[in-house]
């Protein structure tokens, strides 16, 4: 949940300036496609990256900061969109 998780994404046709490319995340939550864009690629992440051979490094940012909640808050029923889901976390 922390985030700091150093990935790289591998896809064709990315563009060749790794600022312009958008990361996001995608899952299905009671039976409804949902889709995160995750924050921009930081000034290390686009020195990492090559968008001509379809890479991009990405520091993974925390739950918190996706759903900008802080942690004592954040109780995983509310998405970014303002949407209750009633999601289950278990500790």
């Not at 060749?16 to 290390?44: D, H, K, Y």
């Not at 490094?57 to 739950?63: G, L």
């Not at 909640?69 to 509310?78: A, K």
């Amino acid at each position: 949940m922390g985030g700091g998780a150093e990935i790289i994404v591998h896809g064709s046709e990315m563009d060749e300036m790794p600022a312009q490319n958008v990361i996001s995340i995608a899952g299905t939550v009671n039976g409804a496609s949902v889709v995160l864009p995750l924050p921009a690629l930081t000034e290390n992440d686009q020195f990492n990256s090559n968008g001509n051979a379809g890479k991009i490094a990405y520091k993974a940012p925390s739950v918190m900061s996706v759903f900008s909640e802080t942690y004592s808050s954040f109780d995983g029923t509310v998405l970014p969109n303002g949407t209750n889901t009633n999601l289950q976390f278990d500790a």
